[in-house]
């Protein structure tokens, strides 16, 4: 059974940013990345933590799979 990946905010916005995603602002503890697909405003919100939480990371997951393929998502949220 697959297992989330311990994942950094870092890791997340190397990622988001390989997918097309844009730095938008990042103050604080969090970031705003966003992107435009067919004029349509795209955002996710990642915190940029050492160790994102598990229920954190589900979060971030069940956002982005309305922008990325599951396919994509899953290799880099979760084990195999």
Do not use: W
């Not at 297992?3 to 938008?24: A, H, I, M, N, P």
């Not at 966003?34 to 939480?53: D, G, N, S, Y």
Request: glycine residues 6%; contains cysteine.
């Amino acid at each position: 059974m697959p297992k989330l990946r311990v994942v950094s905010g870092k890791q997340l916005v190397k990622f988001f940013q390989k997918q097309g995603f844009e730095l938008e602002y990042g103050k604080g503890s969090h970031c705003k990345l966003v992107r435009f697909v067919e004029e349509e405003k795209q955002e996710l919100a990642v915190p940029l933590h050492k160790e994102i939480a598990k229920g954190t990371l589900k979060a971030i997951y069940s956002q982005a799979i309305r922008f990325i393929s599951e396919e994509d998502l899953r290799k880099h949220f979760y084990t195999n």
